[in-house]
């Protein structure tokens, strides 16, 4: 059985992943938008939970390179129920496919 994934709590999630590295990293907004590229703007919306989907891989990876941590990271509490509950998911939907 696996876990749904419930687009609020990845984005939740997300939103205090990037606040707690921004934060032990002493880094400010503008700081990581110019180590992403990224809009502060953009930034300053997932930090604070105050967008409507998860954002695009392209900028999920900019965000980890910038903080030099697995994409994974930024997206699971739990980084292996996480990682467990996706690839049982993936396995479920190729089996489901089969004759």
Known sequence: MTADFDKNEIIDTLGENVSLWLFSLDWTIEDLAEK???????????????????????????????????????????????????????MEDHFDDQP
């Open 36 to 90: 992403t590229g990224l809009s502060a703007t953009t930034i300053s919306k997932i930090a604070n939970k105050k967008i409507t989907s998860i954002p695009r891989v392209d900028t999920l990876i900019k965000l980890s390179d910038a903080f030099g941590i697995p994409m994974d990271d930024l997206l699971f509490d739990d980084i292996h129920a996480g990682l467990d509950d996706l690839r049982d998911m993936l």
